[in-house]
């Protein structure tokens, strides 16, 4: 046998390995992400109808804590209601059919509210979007632990699950502040018996070890109020599509930093609110945060300059609200 003819054996082999190894990874995320789903997810087609109630805190970064309520009445994917209320602020949330209506109360949007709808949702999760990676331990437990595969692996998002009882124990995701990229762990505990289901009912989350939510559900019963009123679109709601698939939020091609304004001094932060269409394009920016005119200007100025590919549902293009935060540093 000559070299060249041994040579390539040996590379048809390792490319053989490679691609068996691959496809058992492939296989074993998809087991686990799957097993999640079946265990938890009491949103899937042909579950029970349901309705969800939730206690939470948020906790701001000037120690304020601030309390609230999340409602949900749930009969079908085409059908359900989700009510946030925190303080005197109130989202209200419908679908039916393929339409989905939202409606706030004001133009401030309390940070972090936008997570509390998606705490309990276990069904979101795609295996597509993960791979394995190293098993760890969280809080002295063992988990088998999955990255995601977008961005550079600084960026990237984690999944941890229960090595004894398969169910999803934590989310951890990158928090970028300024220049500096933290983490963000929110933890699943507490887990008990719904029907067929095992649905966590403590939440934590917190942001370089300091909290930031806590939830606890203190309601889950089968069958909702059958009270047709609760699924007609409250008056002044914005219509939109109601997506069906997981929603895979748009993709930043290109951000700009603000400048800061001539009057600055300490810290600042700036909530941003905007819509990317289908096209990429981003319309209707605001600020949702308390007005302060000079930072808002130069969070508006930057934000303008932000590129992005659309969001996407089943591989679609899709129209998308998200939030972004400016912080203003002085260091003395």
């Not at 691959?22 to 265990?39: F, P, S, V």
């Not at 997810?41 to 349901?50: K, N």
């Not at 304020?64 to 085409?78: D, N, R």
């Amino acid at each position: 046998m000559t070299f060249s003819r041994a040579l390539f054996i040996v590379c048809t082999l390792a490319v053989l390995t490679s691609a068996t190894f691959a496809g058992k990874q492939k296989a074993e995320t998809a087991g686990l992400i799957e097993h999640a789903r079946q265990l938890s997810d009491i949103r899937t087609e042909g579950a029970p109808p349901f309705r969800l109630k939730m206690d939470f805190k948020i906790m701001k970064d000037d120690g304020a804590v601030l309390s609230g309520t999340y409602t949900e009445f749930w009969i079908s994917e085409t059908q359900w209601r989700r009510e946030t209320t925190l303080g005197d602020f109130r989202r209200i949330q419908i679908a039916s059919g393929k339409k989905l209506w939202l409606v706030d109360n004001s133009t401030v949007v309390p940070r972090r509210i936008g997570d509390i709808a998606h705490i309990p949702d276990v069904g979101r999760l795609r295996p597509e979007a993960w791979k394995s990676r190293n098993d760890r331990k969280i809080n002295g437990v063992g988990m088998h632990c999955l990255e995601d595969n977008l961005g550079p692996s600084a960026l990237r998002q984690v999944l941890c699950f229960d090595k004894l009882t398969g169910t999803l124990n934590a989310e951890i995701s990158p928090v970028l502040s300024g220049t500096v990229i933290g983490e963000r762990i929110c933890l699943l505990s507490d887990y008990q018996k719904f029907g067929e289901y095992m649905v966590a009912r403590s939440y934590e989350c917190a942001e370089d070890a300091q909290p930031k939510l806590v939830a606890k559900v203190v309601e889950l019963a089968a069958g909702p109020a059958h009270d047709p009123t609760l699924f007609v679109p409250p008056e002044g709601a914005k219509e939109s599509v109601n997506c069906l698939g997981s929603v895979k939020p748009p993709t930043v091609v290109h951000q700009q930093d603000p400048t800061p304004p001539r009057s600055f001094s300490g810290t600042n932060v700036v909530t941003i609110s905007v819509v990317v269409g289908i096209d990429g394009k981003m319309r209707n920016p605001r600020v949702t945060s308390a007005p302060n005119h000079d930072y808002d200007e130069a969070a508006l100025e930057a934000m303008q300059q932000w590129k992005f590919k659309p969001a996407t549902c089943d591989g679609e293009p899709v129209e998308k609200e998200i939030t972004t935060e400016f912080e203003f540093h002085r260091y003395y």
